[in-house]
């Protein structure tokens, strides 16, 4: 099979990690060619990188309707996760020891609830229905007095499925349970205004928007005390000690102040394309499933399986022709497992390791879409021809 060459290639998993946008990486030169000081020092170099850190930080609140002085900015979205629910269960008084969230959460989510659980906290997974939706009333019965913190992503990472946030949260304000937001794939995405009338910490990260890897945010409700995950120091109110990373900071406002200003039409513009893609394939593939279809979702996101195709080899096809596709598994030690989110969506071991994601983005093309369109089908073929022959 011809491989591809780099400036052929279309980049389709924009769930995984997004493209640095031309604004993000003119901030980012910019900051790293003028500044010079420790945002923390007082001097003049330092009030300069100052100014810019509280610059990108107002861009990056903005983005989730939040202020300032709410942000955290941390190393990206799975350590802003981890500060909230740690930083909830670190102060958590005796008798409160367990932890509630979504069966279908990011690992982020579900790696912190289990290391919470060697000390001592019990983790509670709410099951979703056929289309991945958490189910709420199963959310609502969990929240009993020994509920230290409860978390649920807004929009799933494999599936782009939104999820019930405003309702789980405002059950949870009502017996006065500390609620996480992971809003890391919803950012940008959809509008998040609203969530401090039911939440009290939300997780951002930059590189899912444009943005540079290796920042992200945690924005904490007034008055919601977290003990600090990082200590060491004075930085970020205290709540992340270290010294801030005042480059990546600017690309990241950047970033969020471009998202924040295309939300609605990149949403049109991403929806028209999700929606030729899923009817084209719905009319090429017999026995095609797809995951979360009937369920709203963010727009930039298909995932579906077909029929005795495992996901990974599909990727490595297309791969081979110049697309950059995910399954919807992860890969542990070299095993590739199936994705828990299928398999908790109630669909078998074979679907779950077939699942593939197609994620667009930003800088998503129609010529690039029409590519893939084209191409997916022969790829299809030739995976099949290639089981078959191994048999």
């Not at 060619?33 to 861009?59: C, F, K, M, Q, T």
């Not at 924005?219 to 919601?224: A, K, S």
């Amino acid at each position: 099979m011809k491989t591809d060459s780099s400036a052929e290639r279309v980049f389709l998993d924009h769930n995984a990690t997004s493209p640095l946008r031309p604004s993000a990486r003119a901030a980012i030169v910019d900051a790293l060619d003028r500044i010079r000081g420790n945002p923390a020092s007082i001097h003049r170099e330092g009030r300069a990188a100052h100014r810019v850190l509280e610059e990108a930080r107002e861009r990056v609140a903005a983005l989730a309707a939040g202020a300032a002085r709410e942000t955290i900015l941390t190393s990206g979205g799975t350590e802003a996760l981890a500060a909230a629910i740690r930083g909830v269960c670190d102060r958590a008084p005796e008798g409160k020891r367990r932890i509630v969230v979504g069966a279908v959460e990011h690992s982020a989510v579900l790696e912190t609830a289990r290391q919470a659980s060697r000390r001592g906290f019990v983790v509670v997974r709410v099951p979703c229905d056929g289309e991945g939706r958490v189910d709420v009333e199963q959310f609502v019965i969990h929240l009993g007095d020994d509920v230290a913190v409860a978390a649920l992503q807004w929009a799933n990472n494999e599936t782009g499925v939104l999820q019930p946030v405003e309702e789980v949260g405002r059950a949870c304000r009502r017996v006065g349970i500390p609620f996480v937001i992971d809003a890391v794939q919803a950012a940008g995405k959809v509008p998040l205004d609203g969530w401090r009338g039911f939440a009290d910490a939300l997780a951002l990260s930059a590189h899912k928007i444009g943005g540079p890897q290796g920042v992200g945010a945690l924005l904490v409700r007034d008055g919601v005390i977290l003990a600090p995950l990082v200590a060491g120091g004075s930085q970020e109110q205290r709540r992340r000690g270290g010294t801030p990373a005042v480059a990546l900071a600017a690309g990241f406002g950047a970033a969020a102040a471009e998202a924040l200003n295309e939300l609605s039409t990149t949403n049109r513009r991403l929806l028209r394309l999700r929606a030729r893609i899923e009817t084209r394939l719905r009319e090429r593939f017999d026995g095609l499933q797809f995951h979360g279809q009937g369920a709203a979702r963010v727009a930039n996101t298909v995932n579906f399986a077909l029929p005795g195709i495992p996901g990974e080899t599909l990727v490595i096809a297309l791969d081979l022709l110049g697309f950059a596709v995910s399954t919807g598994s992860a890969c542990t030690s070299g095993a590739v497992e199936p994705s828990h989110v299928i398999l908790a969506m109630g669909r078998g071991e074979e679907e779950a390791r077939g699942a593939v994601r197609v994620s667009l983005g930003w800088n998503t093309r129609d010529e690039e879409v029409e590519r893939f369109l084209e191409l997916l089908p022969p790829a299809v073929d030739r995976v099949r021809d290639g089981l078959r022959g191994g048999r």
